[in-house]
C-alpha cells in the first residue's frame, strides 16, 4: 500500500467512529487497525526507497517500547568487571546489571551523563562505564526507522470488549544528534542496561534504548498529519 491509499482509506476509517476490536489483548489495536485498513504487511510503500511503520497506539497509554539495541564498542570498563563491580543479584541468584538508566545516581550509583556529543553510564566516582556517540545512535535510530505512521485511537470498554476510535494518522520522519541530546535529558529516552555474570564473560542481552509510546512523535524532526 502506498501513502495516498493509506491516507484514503484511513479517512475512510476515521468517519466509522467506534469500532469493535477484532482481537483480545494488548495486540487488539495493532490488528484492528491491519485489518480494517486491509493491510497484509505492516508497513507503507513511501517511494521505492523507504519503508514506513505502522504504529497504532491507544491514546491514554504510556507504554514502553524498545526503538533499538546499540553496544558495539561502547564498554569503557570490561563488561564483566563491571557486571562484579556494580551489579545486583537477579531472581536467579546470578549477578547482574539490569538497570533502567536516568539522570540520577541509582543504588549502585551509577547515572546517565549526557554531553552534546555523546551520552553515558558513569559512577559517582566519576568512573566512565560505557559511552556512546550521538552521530552513531542518530544513524542507527534512522536505519532501523526510517519512517513511521503513528496511528492514535480512542478507547472505550463495551460490555467487557474493547472498542477503538481511529482519530488521528502522523507521518514522522528525520532525527538528528541534537534532537535526541534533547530528548535524553528531558528522559524521553531511556537506556536499559541488560547483562549478567555467566562465568568467564558477561552475558549482554543488548542494550536497550527505550521511549513511551506517547512521547515517540518527540523524537522525530518531521511531523506530518495525513
Known amino acids: 500500500m502506498n501513502l495516498q491509499e493509506f491516507k484514503k482509506r484511513f479517512r475512510n476509517l476515521k468517519k466509522k467512529g467506534f469500532i469493535p476490536s477484532t482481537r483480545k489483548?494488548?495486540?487488539?489495536?495493532g490488528h484492528t487497525l491491519e485489518t480494517y485498513l486491509g493491510?497484509?504487511?505492516?508497513n507503507i510503500a513511501l517511494s521505492d526507497l523507504v519503508d514506513a511503520e505502522i504504529k497504532a497506539h491507544r491514546s491514554d497509554s504510556n507504554n514502553m517500547i524498545t526503538?533499538?539495541?546499540?553496544?558495539?564498542?561502547?564498554?569503557?570498563?570490561?563488561?564483566?568487571?563491571?557486571?562484579?563491580k556494580y551489579g545486583s543479584l537477579d531472581k536467579?541468584?546470578?549477578?547482574?546489571?539490569?538497570?533502567?538508566?536516568?539522570?540520577?545516581?541509582?543504588?549502585?550509583g551509577l547515572f546517565l551523563h549526557?554531553?552534546?556529543?555523546?551520552?553515558?553510564?558513569?559512577?559517582?566516582?566519576?568512573?566512565?562505564?560505557?559511552?556512546?556517540?550521538?552521530?552513531?545512535?542518530?544513524?542507527?535510530?534512522?536505519?532501523?526507522?526510517?519512517?513511521?505512521?503513528?496511528?492514535?485511537?480512542?478507547?472505550?470498554?463495551r460490555n467487557g470488549k474493547e472498542w477503538f476510535r481511529f482519530?488521528?494518522?502522523?507521518?514522522?520522519?528525520?532525527?538528528?544528534p541534537e534532537l535526541l541530546a534533547d530528548q535524553f535529558k528531558a528522559e524521553n529516552i531511556l537506556v536499559d542496561l541488560r547483562l549478567h555474570d555467566k562465568?568467564?564473560?558477561a552475558r549482554n542481552h543488548g542494550t536497550g534504548f527505550r521511549t513511551y509510546e506517547n512521547k515517540l512523535s518527540y523524537l522525530f524532526e518531521k511531523i506530518v498529519d495525513l
Open 25 to 29: 489483548g494488548s495486540t487488539g489495536i
Open 39 to 42: 493491510l497484509k504487511e505492516n
Open 67 to 84: 526503538l533499538f539495541t546499540f553496544n558495539r564498542k561502547v564498554w569503557q570498563v570490561p563488561p564483566l568487571q563491571a557486571v562484579m
Open 92 to 108: 536467579n541468584g546470578r549477578k547482574g546489571l539490569y538497570y533502567t538508566m536516568s539522570l540520577t545516581p541509582n543504588s549502585a
Open 114 to 157: 549526557i554531553t552534546n556529543k555523546d551520552i553515558s553510564v558513569r559512577h559517582i566516582s566519576g568512573t566512565v562505564i560505557a559511552i556512546w556517540s550521538l552521530d552513531n545512535l542518530a544513524e542507527t535510530f534512522i536505519k532501523k526507522i526510517p519512517a513511521l505512521v503513528l496511528v492514535s485511537a480512542f478507547t472505550e470498554e
Open 167 to 176: 482519530y488521528r494518522a502522523q507521518l514522522l520522519q528525520g532525527t538528528s
Open 199 to 201: 562465568g568467564t564473560m
